[in-house]
């Protein structure tokens, strides 16, 4: 442990002590080269602009701003032109002379504000076009919101499961399923802070509030060399930084929850913070209600973000933004409350103009305690939390146009304690139920390299190497072949009971065929230390991670895709198709009627085996003009093969929907109208049905078939929304937009769940009963902004 | 600590957020599987003529009570003696009728039919009976707040041994079983209190929304209690969550029932010790 560890802080000061800045480096050519580089920003709320491309006109090349809305590249003495552009702004044509290291920040204007259609140039290719990544999808907060909301509530994740590859667990849920993996295998960052269960109310909503977030981007297969840890996907959520220009406020009264923002500079230009929060009041309804049952309970949850950052000079900037979010619930027999809360504090500095780093610290957990009311004999209070402290960094050298290396280090430690209950007050009879809390640590050190190697060619490699060690003090199960355990050690602190290590190679390759069709391909490799025992398909709010150990292997997945990408209409409009093949290994399952809470001996109740996914995925997008959005279709299938489940034989992964389907659509009106529809069709979730049943203790027992071996039926509907935006009026700082919406607007009852019972009059008649959450729900929501 | 109420107390969070979810019935159509012989038996401290019953397993939606097995031998021995039981009616064979069982004694169960069921005839089970569990006393306690008609909740008063145990509790109204399926009865194992004094924790609930379960003053509420073997806990425990309602949120994936039966059946075979606790409601509610 303490080699591992002492190497990494090594590596830490190798990494700044090479990367001493030199002003102005002749290549091997023997020219000199100057770097230009700068920040791009909103240019009404001083937000920095993520992802904004750079082409430079004479090279046909450029580059993209970080997520720090930093750029550099570095040219040979010349003159040159330069366009500045990022979709929905418009861009901004540079030319300079370039003889020294030059700085230009430039503040890009949204088109919302300019009221007039701009010509969009078709002279450079299409970022999807040059970028060698493939597998990525960037959603602007912007196309979010237009998105028809359940309950008028906007929600990222539910944006998110829009896309090709990703399927939601089910109805209603926060849970995802990319390229048919399992919801814990999305590393989901909230500024760059882990968040581990991103649902409120059983899923139904995301922890997210949308006017907080800046931008989001699901990468679902090529995983950048910089993050690891998960199997299947990253979804890197960025919170907004605060306006810079003046103070402002957004906010929304919706149907179940109210949000209001408040953001601004605390020094024009330096410094600026930004609060948000979120609440539901279905409570305030409740005593209402007409059943005693729901009259009494008590529901509701909260976010709160906050975010603080400060440019100390051209070099070094500082962020602090932090999450907290609660879910409350309590009735006449259970209270439980659950939450995640994440900090992150960043240091942006500036080696050189070629040599950006970024220093991060932190930290997140997720709790929850469940318990009864007190006074009873069974009056109880459970609790468990899981957190993780990190510290990480990573520099971008942008050494030259046709190359820019990214390389870092992350170290996190893992505190798990997976249960502890006792019972509360007098009465109570229970004793104190402690299942051993856990330790871990893990290690990513990474390097890749974006290269251009040919004005058509560009490849991206790079290499992740990850470590896991368990750490005392802890309890060691050991187990026999038959999952048994035989006996427990209890080893000390701070000594290393058992280390995984794993390298990861990262490759992306993009031939661009002509301005607007390129062909890339990638392969990924991925490991996953820390797991989710998670049984059911939509999952509960409690969540109980685990650690891999001498007992439970690291996942493991290697993934290889192809894709054809290709623009038409000078980059309106956006198509793609890609392929992929995605193998793991040690996947994660439980035996037959696991119990997986409050259970010393968890690690008795997994089974792990093989899992296989592949499929297609086809897109086509169009960002801009009246009618915008996107339709996707995937064709894919996920199994998986463990020993003991199935008798062995290969079966349906929970989220194996063969066909998916998304349109979502936008269609201006008019300056102040806008209607947007989306709709969504999938093959039912595969299923165990019975396929006999035996009458025992007077109670119909159901024989089941293969696992997975049915499905419910396809599940499909259409969302509706309106929108009405106040007038604009040159002098008036409110706007305000009403938003109308319908759920399911044809009211499609789709199986949420099917069960089997017992007919009434006749106990022995059994027959098929589904269970459907959402007729039509409509809502609606006042937005405003001032 | 009874993860039921978790469970129950989630379930109306769901309803509480949910008051559209709704149910209708659905066709569907369903495979038949291969037929497998479904044991059934328990043999308990009373005196009596215990029941083995012996049955098949039928399509899902088959409308009749499950076809009895006849003409097959079935065998019990006690560690000391064996003995053959009679088929009374068709498919169940009981012992005397001044059968009782011993705690402490192991007892094999043998079954062979008179023509094979799935390629098997001849099936084996066996369980060890615990020793008895008698409570020092129970009291009921009405709650009106409970439900739509309220309920009485049996609280029972014992020091739990130090020792993992597990239980069954069974519900009797004016010695009238009311407990009649394996999915009302009520098992618990110590996990959370064991060697503790059990303080009034509820072991019967009667829902007084309905009719056989309304408890007038004067009646006597009984409860049997069982230490269960824990095959037998696990076996309950499973079949309650598989022939309950599943749902998404809190449901693993569906599973067969493992029974204590060899060959391939289904069911269970199992023993234990009763003991009856009594008091009599006094007070209207």
Partial sequence: MKTIFLSFLL?????????????????????????????????????????????IREIKTGT??????????????????????????????????????????????????????????????????????????????KTINRIPALMGEVDIIKAIQMLPGVQSTSEGSSGFSVRGGAPDQNLILLDEAIVYNASHLLGFFSVFNNDAIKDVTLYKGDI??????????????RMKDGNQKKLSATGGIGTISSRLTIEGPLEKDRTAFLVAGRRTYVDIFLPFAKNKDIRDNILYFYDLNAKINHRIDDRNRIFLSGYFGRDV??????????????????????????????????????????????????????????????AKADFTWYATPGNTVRVGAIATFHTFDPGNAKGTGSESLFTEYKLPRNYAMEYGVYASNEQQVTQKLMVKYGLRFSAF?????????????????????????????????????????????????????????????????????????????????????????????IGYFRNFKDNLLEASAEVYYKSMTDVIDFKDNAELLLNP???GELRTGKGTAYGLELLVRKNDGKLNGWVSYTLSSTTRKVAEINNGKSYRAPYDKPHNISIVLNYELSERMLISANWVYATGAPVTFPTGRAVVGNVILPIYSDRNAYRLPDYHRLDLAFTLKSKIKENRRWQGEWNFSVYNAYARKNAWSINFEQDVDNPMRTYAVKTYLFSIIPAITYNFKF | MNFKYIKYGMGLFLLTLFLASCTEKIDIELDESYTRLVVEGAITTDTMAHTISLNTTTSYYYEEPAPGVTNAVVTLNDGESTIT????????????????????????????????????????????????????????????????????????????????????????????????????????????????????????????????????????????????SETFFRFVTELQIQSGFQTPLFSGPPANVQGNISGGAIGYFTTYPVNYTSTTVTDAK
Wanted: proline letters at 4%; one cysteine or more.
């Fill in chain 1, 469 to 561: 060690q368990n750490i005392g003090p802890g309890t060691i199960y050991n187990y026999n072949e038959n999952y048994e355990v035989i006996d427990s050690v209890v080893v000390s602190r701070s000594k290393v009971l058992n280390t995984y290590t794993s390298l990861e190679p990262r490759l992306g390759i993009n031939y661009v065929i002509s301005k607007s069709a390129s062909v890339k391909a990638s392969y990924s490799a991925t490991t996953q230390y820390i797991h989710l025992a998670q049984n059911s398909t939509a999952g509960t709010p409690l969540d109980l991670w685990f650690p891999s150990s001498q007992n439970v292997k690291p996942q493991k997945a290697n993934q290889f895709a």
């Fill in chain 2, 85 to 228: 039981l009679s088929e009374t009616s068709p498919g169940r064979y009981q012992t005397p009728a001044d059968y009782f069982g011993i705690p402490g004694r192991t007892y094999k169960l043998g079954i062979r039919l008179n023509s094979p069921l799935n390629g098997e005839d001849t099936y084996t089970a066996e369980s060890t009976m615990n020793l008895p569990a008698p409570l020092d006393s129970i009291r009921a306690v009405y709650h009106e707040d409970w439900g739509t008609e309220g309920f009485y909740e049996i609280k029972c008063y014992v020091l739990d041994p130090l020792t993992t145990d597990y239980y069954q509790f069974k519900v009797l109204k004016n010695n009238t079983m009311l407990t009649d399926s394996l999915n009302k009865v009520l098992i618990t194992d110590d996990r959370f209190y064991n060697g503790n004094y059990t303080n009034g924790i509820g072991v019967g609930y009667l829902n007084q929304a309905f009719e056989a379960e309304k408890v007038a003053p004067g009646d006597q509420l009984t409860i049997q209690s069982s230490r269960i």
């Fill in chain 1, 329 to 390: 619930f309590s009735n006449d027999f259970a209270r439980m409350s659950l939450g995640n809360q994440t900090g992150t504090f960043r240091w942006n500095h500036l080696f050189s103009q070629r040599l950006f780093s970024n220093f991060t610290i932190i930290q997140s957990s997720y709790d929850y305690r469940l318990g009864t009311p007190e006074g009873n004999a069974n009056s109880f209070i459970w609790k468990s939390r899981l957190q993780n402290q990190s």
């Fill in chain 1, 224 to 237: 950048p060399a910089s993050s690891g840890g998960r199997l299947s996907s990253l979804l890197d959520i």
């Fill in chain 1, 64 to 141: 993209t701003t970080n997520v720090y809305g930093f750029y550099s590249i570095s040219l040979p003495v010349g003159r040159y032109s330069l366009l500045y552009s990022y979709i929905g702004y418009t861009s901004v044509e540079k030319i300079i002379d370039l003889k020294e290291n030059t700085t230009i920040n430039l503040e890009l204007i949204s088109r919302e504000q300019q009221l007039k259609e701009v010509v969009i140039t078709g002279e450079k290719a299409g970022e999807n076009i040059r970028k060698p990544e493939m597998s990525v999808v960037k959603m602007d907060i």
């Fill in chain 1, 601 to 603: 001996e968890l690690e």
């Fill in chain 1, 11 to 55: 590596l830490l000061l190798n990494m700044s002590l090479l990367s001493i800045p030199v002003s102005a480096e002749p290549d091997d050519s023997g020219i000199k080269r100057f770097s230009i580089s700068g920040n791009i920003r909103d240019q009404k709320t001083g937000e920095e602009l993520i992802g904004a491309t750079i082409y």
